[in-house]
C-alpha cells in the first residue's frame, strides 16, 4: 500500500484500521511499513474517500491548530483518498495474493488462500476412508507470516512423506513437492495467514501432530490445527482419539457436512 502524500492530511484516520498495524503519521502524513504490510486492502476497503480539496483542510488544520483548536475528519473517512494500491511485481505479490480476500489468487484462479473446502468431498471424494485431512493455518491478522517460517513447517512435514494438497497455493510455491521447498524469491514475503493442506492415513494423525506441535512452537506467528475425515456409518468421528493422543483438545466447533452434494458436476 502506498500514501499520495500530496493528498494525505494527516488526520490518522487510516492508522486504527490496518490489520498489520503498519501505518503510522510522521512529518503530518500517513507512512506505511512496507516490511509489514501484507497488502490486505482493508485500509482502502474500510475508509470512504470523502473527496475533499486536501489544501484546504490542511490549511484549516494548522489555523484552528494555531488558537488550540482543532478539526478532524470524521472516522471512517479518508478527506481525499490518499491511499493507493501500487502494481505488484513478482515475489510482492503473494502478500495481496494470500491477503487480500477480494483478489482471485492468480495460481488457483479462486479468491482466498486455500481450494475447495473439504465439505465438498462428498462429490470430489478426494478424501477416502481411512485418510485425514490435516490443515496448518499460519498467521493472523496483527501478527501475519513470513514464508520462511511457513516453509519450516512444509520441509518438516515433507521428511514425513505427506501428499500437499496439489491446487493449494503453499503448494504451488514449492519447488519440490518431495522436500516441501518453497521458492526461494518468496521466503522474505509477509502475508496476513496461509493454509498448508496435506492428506496422510488415519492412523498416522497422532504423529503428524505431534510433530507440527513441536515445529510450531517456537515460530513468531501463531497456528491453527485442522483435522478432518469421514464419519463412519453411525456418525462417529474417526481421528477424535488420535487428537487427544497428540495432546491436543478437539474443539467443540468442529462441524459436520452432511454429504447432500451431488456428483457429476453443476447437475
Ligand atoms: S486517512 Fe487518509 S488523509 Fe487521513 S492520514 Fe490516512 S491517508 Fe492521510
Ligand atoms: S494493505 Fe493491509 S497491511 Fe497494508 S497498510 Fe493497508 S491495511 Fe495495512
Known amino acids: 500500500m502506498k500514501v499520495d502524500e500530496a493528498k494525505c492530511v494527516g488526520c490518522g484516520n487510516c492508522v486504527p484500521v490496518c490489520t498489520m498495524g503498519a501505518i503510522y503519521i510522521e512529518d503530518s502524513h500517513s507512512n506505511v511499513n512496507e516490511d509489514e504490510c501484507v497488502e490486505c486492502g482493508s485500509c482502502i476497503r474500510f475508509l470512504e474517500v470523502e473527496g475533499r480539496n486536501p ?3 490542511r490549511g484549516l488544520r494548522k489555523v484552528l491548530n494555531k488558537v488550540s483548536l482543532q478539526h478532524d475528519a470524521p472516522v471512517g473517512v479518508c478527506v481525499a483518498g490518499a491511499l493507493y494500491e501500487p502494481t ?32 465438498t468431498n462428498d462429490v470430489n471424494e478426494w478424501l477416502k476412508e481411512n485418510e485425514a485431512l490435516l490443515l496448518v493455518e499460519v498467521g493472523r491478522p496483527g501478527l501475519g507470516a513470513h514464508m520462511r517460517d511457513i516453509e519450516k513447517i512444509t520441509t518438516v ?25 518453497l521458492n526461494p524469491d518468496t521466503l522474505n514475503e509477509k502475508v496476513l495467514s496461509a493454509i498448508i493442506e496435506i492428506k496422510i492415513d488415519l492412523d498416522k494423525v497422532p504423529v503428524y501432530l505431534k510433530k507440527i506441535k513441536e ?3 517456537d515460530l513468531p506467528t501463531v497456528c491453527s490445527l485442522v483435522v478432518a475425515g469421514r464419519c463412519g456409518e453411525q456418525g ?13 483438545t478437539p474443539s467443540p466447533g468442529g462441524k459436520t457436512n452432511l454429504g447432500l452434494g451431488r456428483r457429476g458436476g453443476s447437475e
Do not use: C, Q
Open 236 to 248: 462417529d468421528i474417526p481421528y477424535l482419539d488420535a487428537v487427544k493422543e497428540a495432546g491436543l
Open 215 to 217: 515445529t510450531v512452537k
Open 55 to 57: 489544501t484546504l483542510v
Open 157 to 181: 512435514l515433507a521428511t514425513l512423506g505427506v501428499d500437499f494438497k496439489p491446487e493449494n497455493p503453499i503448494t504451488l510455491l514449492m519447488t519440490d513437492t518431495k522436500t516441501g521447498k
Open 88 to 119: 505488484l511485481e513478482w515475489p510482492r505479490e503473494i502478500r495481496r495474493n494470500f491477503s487480500n480476500p477480494a483478489a482471485v489468487h492468480s495460481a488457483t484462479g479462486i479468491p482466498g488462500r486455500g481450494t475447495d473446502e473439504i465439505k
